[in-house]
């Protein structure tokens, strides 16, 4: 039996027209042929081989949180909503399996009474789990990867419509599955490497950015988690370090109430009024950055490790980030500035600074390099001018790897160069997904056909 049609909205319920798909960044949307929600893998395989009898394409949705048009669906949409939760958990080693389509919030609630936590996390967590992984979404530290570092296994439908289990006793395929870009299959099921809970330290101070700079490289060796926000137009850095703490360290600090509030007055109310401010009179965006790069004061609190790596973002933002290799971070960063100060731009949303550690994923943006990640920001509806182009051709210069859920606009032809295993992982792409079932015109621009 084929699963149930429905015009439910996948990315935001907000949208006006049902049928219409909408990213939250508002830089892509589309209305694709047909919303089919799947309960399983079963589903899934339906559905791809009703994809292959009517010659269209099928794209699995997560939370539209891509800023380039990687998720836009062309053909069949499917709406993974019901796909969440734990399936299994293997307490000897650590490990959950759980529905691809559990959104990244939902993790606490599984993790916690079986005493685990994900190693490592992104800044916020609206994102489904499959998702995430599947474009290479990271944290910072040097000691821990991306979130695709931490699958041990995947279940995924191919693009013939057979039900795959991979796990890391197969490492070849599994570099590519765990970070596959949506183009290898629809994933159904995740098993994730776990550690035991604990707490983080987080420690937020205000310094001089040529310091912040300077020293990027020492402290992402120095600490567990390191990053720094720059603000345009200002000297002021905003440094953010975690320490991990063993599960039960005491909560100290602001509680999360209080930041909560904080961050909601600070970094989404009063900053959502300042970036409209600035939109609608640049001349004052300077101004704008001056006051919000001179209001970060510091702070430091404890308390459980996904209530510290996780902020809410309300402020709607286009971003695009690129991994370069680590020690190119200090140059580049002070290249960027100059740009900004030469060419007049008005930015009011800080740059963002983070690292990884090597990896062996096939397509991870820290694929075999240490790498360091320089996201730049616009506030949605500033008037789009060659900020994001200009320091695209920087980082680009500096063997630059694009966030795949980000903007920007390298090819295939960039992207080989870049990425040793680039034709490994087409190979897998021809043996999974033969016919393209899983395509959409971002998948052909980077991967090329
Ligand atoms: C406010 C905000 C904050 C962010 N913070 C960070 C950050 O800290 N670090 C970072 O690295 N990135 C960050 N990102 C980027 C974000 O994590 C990625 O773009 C991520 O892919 C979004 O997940 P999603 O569930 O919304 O996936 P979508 O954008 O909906 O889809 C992404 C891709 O995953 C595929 N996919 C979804 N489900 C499946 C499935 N079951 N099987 C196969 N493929 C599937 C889709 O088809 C699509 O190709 C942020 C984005 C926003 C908007």
Known sequence: MLPVTTTRPTATQADASPALWRNWGRTQSAVPAEVIAVRDADDVAAAVHRARRDGITVKAAGSGHSFSAIAVPDGISLDLGAMTGLVHADRERSRVTVRAGTPLHAMPAILEPLGLAMPNLGDVDAQTLAGATSTGTHGTGLGFGGLATQIVGVTLVTGTGEVLTVGDDDPATLQAVALGLGALGVLTEITLQCVPAFCLEAVEAAVQVDDAAADFDDAVRRHDHHEFYWFPHTDVALTKTNTRMPAGTPAQGPGRVAR???????SNGVF???CEAGARFPGVAPSL???AGAAQSGRRFVDASNAVFVSQRRVRFREMEYA???EEVHDAVDEIRLLIDRRGWRISFPIEVR??????LMLSTASGRDSGYIAVHRYHRDAPDDYFTSVEEILTRRGGRPHWGKMHTRTAEHLRTVYPRFDEFLAVRDSLDPDRV???SYLTQVLGR
């Not at 690292?355 to 062996?360: E, G, I, S």
Request: aromatic fraction near 8%; charge should be negative; glycine fraction near 0%.
């Open 260 to 266: 909560f509030l904080s961050d909601e007055v600070l």
């Open 355 to 360: 690292a990884a550690p090597a990896d062996d």
């Open 272 to 274: 959502a009024a300042m």
């Open 324 to 326: 370069i290799p680590l």
């Open 438 to 440: 899983f395509a959409n």
């Open 289 to 291: 950055a001056k006051v």
